[in-house]
Structure formats: C-alpha cells, structure tokens
C-alpha cells in the first residue's frame, strides 16, 4: 500500500466515528452555540464564566453571540473551554469517507477527459458505445487513482 492510501485509509478511521456523529444533522453546533449550551449545562452565570477567563461579562455575551454566528476564533473558544474545565476539539469532517471523495473526483476528471476524447472521435466518424465509454472511464479513473491525486484536483 502506498503512503497515500495508508493516509488515507487512517484518515478514514480516525474521522469515520465522525462522519456517523454527523450524518443526518444540520450542521453540528447547537442552537446558540457550544458555549451558551456548556455554560448552562454547568450551571455558571454570564459574571462566573466571565471571572474564570478573566474577561468581563460583556465579553461573553459577545462570544456566545459571536458564535451563533460561525464569527468566533478557534483562540476564543479554546479560552472558554479552559475557563469551563473542557478542551477544543477541531476537525473537518467529510461528509462522506475521504477515499469516496478522491475515487468520486477521479471519475469525474476520467469522465471529461473520455469525454473530450469521445466528441472529437464524433467529429471524425469514429464514435463508440456509451458502455464502452463507460469502461474507459473507469479504467481511466484507475489509472488516475493509481498516481498523485495532485493532478485531480486542477480545474479543467
């Protein structure tokens, strides 16, 4: 195996658990964000929260809205996690599993290439079935799999 496919297949694993957590929401922060939730859940005022982190009260309101917002940094958050005895945890998470993603884009760049191929065959008299475009495709799609994936993603 490659280093790229074992990335890859890694990759997958570790975000897989993710990818289930995810499917199916609307997106994953709670209404009025992580913080507000946290904050309420332990219990801790606006002025407590605003002690620990040493920030004044204002400044909470205007993280928690903030984040209601996707307008937050990674810093701020990481700051109230401290200050509420939990810890950041940050991820992109695919919406499908990552080899799905560059085997699905291979296809695609395989399919227009074919397809550029196929029309000036047209062109020519010389066009062919649409299952064996379809075979060329795939076989096609292989082959880019089977080199950098650089080149998958270059606009065409």
Known sequence: ???????????DEQLMPLVAWTQGRDGCMP???????????????????????????????????????QAVTLRTLQSMANAMGGELVYAIVPKQSVRDIVEKQAYKVAQQQIERVAHSMSLENQSTTSDHLREQTISHAEKLLSQSSKHLWNEN
């Open 1 to 11: 195996m490659n280093r790229r496919n074992l990335l890859i297949k890694q990759l």
């Open 31 to 69: 209404k009025g964000g992580w913080v507000r939730l946290w904050r309420k859940a332990l219990g801790m005022t606006l002025a407590q929260l605003a002690k620990r982190a040493g920030m004044h009260p204002s400044r909470i309101v205007r993280i928690e809205e903030d984040e209601a917002k």
